[in-house]
């Protein structure tokens, strides 16, 4: 399935050394995967469930997949991401935050993933427009994580939940942060880093604040 999504310019590439580029073929090889209830039937799962909501944008067929995951692995902590990843794009924020809570519940024994599960719930109340709640989770996520990933957005919505809660000083400090930790070819860092620098250049004026409502 996923040699399928190579450039059609390279595709021979990954055709030379044995591979083929069969999205239906690849799509139900990975059903059959699942269908086994083996081992790898779980990482299929996942599989059809991404592959349902972001490539054939199915969710019809990805929330079947979903529902099947949150009966047979209550307290795997990847098909709650999902699910509150899901939840939140269509707009049940509530529901959202209850498996981003999840995900921090179980798993203490993977920090990198409960700093993810604090960013994501950060991300949920911001887009309720709950600033503290979001300012919260946010610092928590930012004041403890070393990975590259959504740190430079991450700090944009800090300085954005600053500037609307009333807190300006603070918002100018995230938001001269991004320029450092925004990576290259990446879309969400450089918007980040093009509003942020905007942000700091003009100043924070009543029409930014709209602007950013407007955002959100």
């Given at each position: 399935?996923?040699?399928?999504?190579?450039?059609?310019?390279?595709?021979?590439?990954?055709?030379?050394?044995?591979?083929?580029?069969?999205?239906?073929?690849?799509?139900?090889m990975?059903?059959?995967?699942?269908?086994?209830?083996?081992?790898?039937?779980?990482?299929?799962?996942?599989?059809?469930?991404?592959?349902?909501?972001?490539?054939?944008?199915?969710?019809?067929?990805?929330?079947?997949?979903?529902?099947?995951?949150?009966?047979?692995?209550?307290?795997?902590?990847?098909?709650?991401?999902?699910a509150?990843y899901?939840r939140?794009?269509?707009?049940?924020?509530?529901?959202?935050?209850?498996?981003?809570?999840?995900?921090?519940?179980?798993?203490?024994?993977?920090?990198?993933?409960?700093?993810?599960?604090?960013?994501?719930?950060?991300?949920?109340?911001?887009?309720?427009?709950?600033?503290?709640?979001?300012?919260?989770?946010?610092?928590?996520?930012?004041?403890?994580?070393?990975?590259?990933?959504?740190?430079a957005?991450?700090a944009?919505?800090?300085?954005?939940?600053?500037?609307?809660?009333?807190?300006?000083?603070?918002?100018?400090?995230?938001?001269?942060?991004?320029?450092?930790?925004?990576?290259?070819?990446?879309?969400?860092?450089?918007?980040?880093?093009?509003?942020?620098?905007?942000?700091i250049?003009?100043?924070?004026?009543?029409?930014?604040?709209?602007?950013?409502?407007?955002?959100?």
């Amino acid at each position: 399935f996923f040699v399928s999504l190579v450039p059609k310019n390279f595709i021979w590439v990954a055709e030379a050394i044995g591979f083929t580029a069969d999205r239906e073929l690849g799509l139900k090889m990975i059903e059959k995967c699942y269908a086994i209830n083996k081992q790898q039937s779980a990482f299929s799962l996942l599989l059809l469930i991404w592959i349902h909501s972001f490539f054939f944008e199915d969710n019809e067929m990805a929330e079947s997949f979903l529902t099947k995951s949150l009966e047979k692995y209550q307290d795997a902590p990847f098909f709650h991401y999902l699910a509150g990843y899901l939840r939140r794009k269509s707009g049940n924020l509530n529901l959202a935050i209850n498996h981003f809570e999840k995900v921090k519940d179980l798993s203490h024994q993977c920090r990198q993933l409960e700093l993810m599960s604090f960013y994501e719930i950060g991300w949920c109340y911001y887009l309720k427009l709950d600033w503290d709640s979001a300012i919260h989770f946010f610092l928590l996520f930012l004041n403890e994580t070393d990975a590259p990933s959504f740190r430079a957005y991450c700090a944009y919505q800090l300085g954005n939940a600053f500037v609307l809660s009333g807190n300006n000083g603070e918002a100018l400090k995230y938001y001269s942060k991004v320029e450092g930790w925004y990576r290259k070819h990446y879309s969400f860092d450089e918007y980040a880093y093009k509003r942020a620098k905007e942000y700091i250049e003009d100043g924070l004026s009543s029409l930014q604040q709209r602007i950013i409502i407007i955002e959100i």
